[in-house]
């Protein structure tokens, strides 16, 4: 079973409000992502980190922000939700190179978001 | 970049086999996964191909031919509980020092039936 948590699992939130989800992982991993994901859709990386103070942008824009301050903790900041935003936000991890042959990433529950 | 196409949908009986493909286009692959998504939920990770050739585990099997950029997932003796979304991801060779990124396909919605 994966140690990867989010909080909150539900938001419902007003337009203009500036949100935090949150993402902590208890295995160590250097790796970390954000995906979003709306239903019955693919999922799309908007941004990753492959360690402390590294973060970049995914394939998917997103006026989303991310920070990487502490291994296990990898938050995601929108400064001001539009209805736009609405959608499933799923964080991942992974172990570097030398620890699994499959250095798979493992999922957290996802905070699925609607703004009004 | 990576193009993966997957069938959007498929319906199988309880109790039969079920064969999910998935086709991709990459510019340097570097591994093949298979997830499973429940509604609602979180993916979970099901097989890893990085080699020509058939991985199986248990009732669930993962084929790979990189020559022809195609896997597929088999699914034996389906339960009713299968029913999920399943989803094909591949892994790019990193350019840099940035592996383990993954582009996944639309994932294929799996009903079992009775």
């Known amino acids: 079973e994966a140690d990867i948590y989010q909080t909150p699992r539900y938001l419902v939130i007003g337009t203009g409000k500036k949100i935090t989800l949150e993402c902590s992982q208890t295995m160590g991993h250097d790796k970390m992502y954000w995906y979003q994901q709306d239903p019955g859709m693919e999922l799309h990386l908007i941004h990753y980190s492959y360690g402390v103070n590294s973060t970049e942008k995914g394939d998917l824009s997103s006026e989303s922000t991310v920070s990487r301050i502490r291994t296990e903790h990898f938050p995601l900041t929108l400064e001001s939700a539009r209805p736009s935003h609405t959608s499933q936000y799923l964080c991942?991890?992974?172990?570097?190179?030398?620890?699994?042959?499959?250095?798979?990433?493992?999922f957290g529950p996802g905070t699925r978001l609607t703004v009004l | 970049g990576q193009n993966i196409d997957q069938p959007t949908e498929m319906t199988a009986t309880e109790g039969a086999i079920v064969q999910i493909n998935c086709t991709y286009q990459t510019s340097g692959f570097n591994g093949l996964f298979w997830y499973q998504q429940h509604a609602g939920e979180a993916p979970t990770f099901l097989s890893y191909n990085v080699l020509d050739g058939l991985e199986e585990k248990g009732r669930f099997s993962s084929f790979l031919s990189r020559s022809k950029g195609y896997s597929y997932l088999l699914l034996k003796e389906l339960q009713m509980k299968d029913s999920a979304s399943y989803l094909c991801?591949?892994?790019?060779?990193?350019?840099?020092?940035?592996?383990?990124?993954?582009?996944f396909g639309g994932g294929t919605r799996l009903m079992v039936k009775p």
């Open positions: 991942a991890s992974a172990a570097s190179g030398g620890e699994s042959s499959y250095n798979e990433q493992f």
């Open positions: 991801a591949v892994r790019e060779r990193p350019t840099y020092n940035a592996g383990n990124m993954l582009t």
